[in-house]
């Protein structure tokens, strides 16, 4: 298992990062929108990372710290979350958000992730909630960089995971119009980023 990636950025796609490991070779890590925010080209990048091992595929997903991975492959492991599902719930709430959640069964945050239903928030808590204490806390994440506006951002991570660019801009705009505008003078991406798939799941 390939369990963390470090080297100098090769370039920052929509929904992954090229990362240069030696000799010429880059990987190509998948991430949340919010980790990929923390990324430049040209510096360097330390991940913590997963390799997911398909019948026709390997995919590579990276994360800010150990605990997060931790999260997201015992995610996989209740029935109906894979990969991709297990990263949107990382990428809508932060990980210890996301634990406090499983522990204490509430359904309602759960389910603010597009995808998540009642009866999916139901089984992940009964199937997680003695799990998820054995994790532990998440560390603090790559400090989002400013650069591209938050919009810009936000929006072309929307699109990398799958919605229509109008859809995801206006999701962002809505979020933004009722924003705190300390959030928007800060940058903080990741705010907006959940804010806007919290309405794009009521929508669906």
Do not use: C
């Amino acid at each position: 298992m390939i369990s963390s990636v470090r080297g100098p950025v090769l370039s920052v796609e929509l929904d992954h990062v090229v990362v240069e490991i030696g000799g010429g070779v880059g990987l190509a890590v998948h991430a949340a929108p919010a980790t990929l925010a923390s990324l430049r080209r040209g510096e360097q990048a330390q991940l913590a990372t997963s390799l997911v091992v398909r019948e026709d595929s390997l995919t590579l997903y990276g994360f800010a710290d150990t605990a997060s991975r931790e999260l997201f492959v015992l995610l996989q492991t209740v029935s109906g979350v894979g990969p991709r599902l297990a990263l949107a719930m990382l990428a809508v709430l932060e990980p210890d958000t996301l634990r406090t959640a499983l522990a204490e069964g509430d359904l309602p945050v759960l389910t603010r992730v597009p995808g998540i239903g009642r009866k999916g928030a139901e089984r992940l808590v009964v199937e997680l909630r003695d799990k998820v204490g054995v994790l532990a806390p998440a560390g603090s994440g790559p400090a989002t960089h400013s650069g591209n506006s938050v919009r810009t951002q936000v929006t072309e991570a929307l699109v990398g995971l799958g919605f229509a660019a109008r859809q995801a801009e206006q999701a962002v705009d809505a979020v933004l119009a009722e924003a705190d505008p300390e959030v928007v003078r800060t940058s903080d991406t990741s705010a907006v980023l959940r804010g806007a798939l919290t309405r794009l799941g009521r929508h669906r």
